[in-house]
């Protein structure tokens, strides 16, 4: 089951532009950029921990599992 991550998608919902993340969590933009792609196959937990805490959103929103 590939893991999807969903972050492109909670920023556009947000209108909130991946540099605006970026500022925010203190993580670099390319960082930021590559979880807004396709091509995400590894992170950091603490990662996710952090954009979940700045987004206020638990983590099964963020990832989520896909059937295949």
Do not use: W, Y
């Amino acid at each position: 089951m590939p893991v999807i991550v969903k972050l492109k998608e909670i920023l556009a919902e947000r209108n909130m532009s991946q540099r605006e993340l970026a500022r925010l969590t203190g993580l670099r933009p390319n960082t930021i950029s590559h979880l807004c792609s396709s091509e995400v196959d590894r992170v950091h937990l603490s990662t996710f921990e952090v954009i979940c805490k700045t987004l206020d959103i638990p983590l099964h929103e963020l990832i989520i599992l896909e059937d295949k």
